[in-house]
């Protein structure tokens, strides 16, 4: 029998557990992480199945309203602006179904979708968005560089809707180039040249009017900021599918969700290299599926977000319960990436079964945060990537972009487990910063094979780094081994 004292102790024990439970809870803590506290073999990819049940596409009424019956001509140069709204509402009103966009080339302005509408762009169909900036007026509610701000409106821009899809096998172009849209960047490879109107002026003035905390509909920018509008945007919506179509051209951003929940992004083909054309971008949303895409892009090719600086930390809502899989990745900045707009901080994200190389892709698996954005990333899951050649390294945590330690907050990054990844050629296998008052925690890398790795392991600031049978140049390596 136990003695009285060992009574006592297994009593204060099972308290403590307790306390422990229940203030996870109280702190939203996911379920699959509560159990593991009973069990520690529990696997936290059996969330995934749960995720996946929850996001399901909308269904629209099988009722189609083609844009020619209202007058769209698909000559690539009328501008089919109204005949597209009116078809929209017509619609919607109607009850919703599937705007039809049949073959053709249609140039238009900006789109808004409304609520049960269905897109739906025929194979051979495309739509051309204009390059004149005054199509995309008036100002509305948008988020640039996760900032709440007046701007113009994205190319295709929903507010505040449910149950909206753009879908079929034809194509949406924007139209940008270096001498269209780009150039507002001040790249000089691009277009631009000394002189010339860009975006750095606004950009800043917007940083300042967000740390101050201006109210957002005092923020006015559009005409004479140079902000570029991105190209997709559900805003404040749910229940949306995009599905099918190749994305070309984008401005910027390509499919940016903001504060959406139950969007599946799937089957779509984005090709941009123009500057900031991250491929897809959800921010600040809830139960996402990206699947089956692939990425040509001249930034990130898959950023989660969720808010820059104080807009981060004024609306407070992560990305979260977000699964990757099946995707191709070719040229970007990073492949898998999440930050830099990170403030309201993400969990809970799956990635598998992607394939990612080009000697013009950055990383495969990349973490950007700093002081200035802070922001709590946490439970990160990825396994079975196939990698052939990276320019930079294979795996980064990158505590020190942009602003870096300059900050009062700390940016937080723990719980991630990265398996079964295959590296055919990278500078580095692991390129992991965190900063001295920051350090990344927990970071389980196991089953990796990483072949001509031109660099050792850069590794600064981590605390909890531990590697289980993972190969460098083929020699297995410690977590304390910088080799």
Known sequence: MKSRRDFLKLSLVSVSVLATQQAL?????????????????ADPWLEMPKILARIKAPVFPNKDFDITKFGAVGDGKTLNTE?????????????GGRVIVPQGDFLTGAIHLKSNVNLHILAGGTIKFSRDPKHYLPLVFT?????????????????????????????????????????????TNCGWKEGDPNQARARKKLYEQVAARVPVVERIHGEGSFLRPQFLQPYRSKNILIEGVTLRGSPMWQVHPVLCSNVTVRKLTI???????????????????????????????????????????????????IIIRNCHMKDGHGGITIGSEISGGVRNVFAEKCQLDSPRLDIAIRF??????????????????????????????????????????????????????????ADYAMSLRGLPQAPAEDIHIKDCDFKNVAKPNLIENVNGLKLVNVKVNGKVVEANNRN
């Open 25 to 41: 809870a109280q702190a939203h803590v996911p379920a699959w992480l509560l159990d593991s506290l009973n069990n520690a073999s």
């Open 83 to 95: 005949s597209i709204a009116k078809a929209i509402a017509t619609s919607n009103k109607a009850g």
């Open 143 to 187: 988020r640039w560089e996760g900032m709440e701000l007046m701007n113009y409106s994205p190319f295709l821009y929903a507010f505040e809707q449910e149950n909206i899809g753009i879908t079929g096998e034809g194509t949406i172009d924007g139209q940008s180039d270096c001498e269209h849209w780009w150039p507002w960047k001040g790249r």
């Open 271 to 321: 090709i941009a290299d123009g500057p900031n054309t991250d491929g897809c971008d959800p921010e600040s949303c809830n139960d996402v599926l990206i699947d089956d895409c692939f990425f040509d892009t001249g930034d990130d090719c898959i950023a989660i977000k969720a808010g820059r600086n104080e807009d981060g930390r004024r609306v407070p809502v992560p990305s979260q319960n």
């Open 368 to 425: 950007k945060n700093n002081a200035l954005r802070g922001g709590l990333l946490e439970n990160i899951f990825v396994r079975d990537l196939k990698v052939g050649q990276v320019a930079q390294a294979a795996i980064a945590i990158d505590f020190l972009y942009e602003e870096a330690g300059n900050g009062p907050y700390k940016p937080v990054l723990r719980n991630v487990d990265i398996r079964n990844i295959t590296v055919e050629k």
